[in-house]
């Protein structure tokens, strides 16, 4: 699923640019990847859509905010991840509202512990998905290893 995501950022400048599911779908088996990749990957994009029942209130985005986790959260989370998180928020790369966003998708998936590479392209995702490009040198850090480095 990873390497789904991955290609998507990758191959479309935004999220705006890509294509309806189901056209996004024939064009990732088309490029190799497997059905039931594609499928879990599009599921998990599908958690990103505004959902106006669900969504957070927007005043999460006001950067006052501490973020303290559960010891559930923690299970999920390594502490590199954490640290991550908490880096890219003091950076200003990322809004607490975005962080609860990255944090809902990372645990919507169905692993155990992630790792820090597997949670970098959730970041990536969230950022994209919103339109946010961080700068050269974040995005370089956050880009999974052995990936190509597209300029969009």
Known sequence: ?????????D?????ESCPDPDTLEIKLKAAGFDSEEIVDAL????GLADDPETSLP????ERSSFRAYAREETRKLSADCRGLLQFLESAQVVDPLQ???ILDRAYALPEGELDVEKFKVIILMVLWTQ?????GL???ELLPDGTARTAH
């Open 1 to 9: 699923m990873f390497e789904v995501l991955a290609y998507l950022f």
């Open 11 to 15: 191959t479309w400048y935004d999220a």
């Open 43 to 46: 599921d998990w994009l599908s």
């Open 58 to 61: 927007e005043a999460f985005a």
């Open 99 to 101: 962080r609860e966003i």
């Open 131 to 135: 339109g946010c490009e961080p700068d």
């Open 138 to 140: 974040i995005l370089d």
